[in-house]
């Protein structure tokens, strides 16, 4: 029996393997368009109208935005030379202004960068961030001349956001074409990893400007009425979605240029290029998730020498003087806090705080309520103290520990310093 079958061809497995490879670096570019429209729609929307009528201090917007406008000026950088390998067909633009829209050469991009962070870019330490608003045009260079023009004030803070433009989730993307030959390896392998700095900072700061954010000014009531007015414009997101986008965007990237990898053959001239690429994408993440565990770790520790008096009621021998958390352990690595939880003490039922370090075990007491060191501990501003309870365990000093055999919560602890075992119970088995 004979059937028809179409057989693909080299050229057409060839045509649609490169036609996955387009759309991939569709998907990179347009992506990028979006998220730098919504870091500059944050400016616009929100922190412009918010400086204008004095609803957020200097202060407020440093706490809360952090390194917004470095961002900015990282992704605008990296798009427009994104974007010199496609052809714009732009639904929202004029032809003149196609024509003004700066263009950045491939050559010159990493000195672009150094030269735009040297800008007078409008900065949230300044008294006045009045811009009437930041151009849709990925020039920054306009940063610096817009940041003297005054805001025009309406009466009401209800009018604070921009009225008359197109709401932002009815704009139009642009749109573009990209030809068969398109290589963008070389700007990514050159753009990429100048992100770390920037974002190691804001991701690193994120978890305080949340804190901030709901502690010091949601009472605020015109802070309130803003925030429901921006989320109105951006078609029901939040401020707190927009703010986490630059976490949300850096995470993004490896599986973006996995994904043109991917569809990319080995024997193409930006192959290795992209590979390379990837590779530095995933370092990227890779080092600004261990900065960041690294200052969170270190933060901890400063934190526990200021709440813990390292004094023992036995012996009333001060460990103050010798004893730093955040330094190095015997072994020369840096001491870094591993666990802790509260636990009781199964003889009497002593409430007790177990710190697990990476050389050593410290019990401690404290007068707080149970809820209260969970809801304070490790928070910046917080009069919670604690006393050492008893001489510290090293852990090299730890023989065994061992589940009790009828109870998941209970477990005990051989030492060579005591003779008896230490017995604990943990309110949960995580804490175990």
Known sequence: EITNQIVPTSNSTHSIHNSSRLSAIRELIETEQRYVNDLRTVVNEFIIPATNYNILSSTDIDSLFINWYELIACNEIFLQALETQITPLSATLSNSEQDNRPITSRSSSLSNINRINRLNVPSFNRSSIQSSSLSTSPSLQNLKHRQHQRHERSPSVHSATSEHSQPISQQQDIT??????????????????????????????????????????????QF????????EKCGG?????????????????????????????????????????????????EEINKQISDQENCTKLDWCQQHIRLENDDDMYLYDEYLVF????????????LLNGILTKSSHGKELIGFLFNDFLLFATTKA????????????KTN???????????????????????DQLTFSITTKIYDKPIVLKAPQTNVR
């Open 176 to 221: 573009f074409n990209i030809s068969d030959d398109v290589s963008i390896g070389d700007i990514l392998c050159e753009h990429i990893p100048h992100m770390g700095k920037d974002y190691f900072r804001y991701c690193n700061s994120r978890t305080y400007a949340n804190k901030y954010l709901q502690e010091k000014l949601e009472p605020n009531d």
């Open 224 to 231: 309130r009425v803003l925030l429901q007015k921006f989320q």
């Open 237 to 285: 997101l939040g401020l707190n979605g927009y703010l986490m986008k630059p976490i949300q965007r850096v995470t993004r990237y490896p599986l973006l240029i996995e994904k043109i990898l991917k569809n990319t053959d080995e024997n193409h001239c930006d192959y290795f290029l992209i590979k390379e690429a990837y590779e530095k994408a995933r370092n990227l993440n």
């Open 326 to 337: 955040n330094s190095l352990t015997t072994y020369n690595s840096k001491r870094k806090l």
């Open 369 to 380: 309520s149970s809820s209260h060191v969970q809801s304070q501990l490790f928070e910046p």
């Open 384 to 406: 919670l103290q604690f006393k050492m309870y008893k001489t510290p365990l090293f852990l090299s000093d730890i023989s065994s520990a061992h589940e009790a055999l009828n």
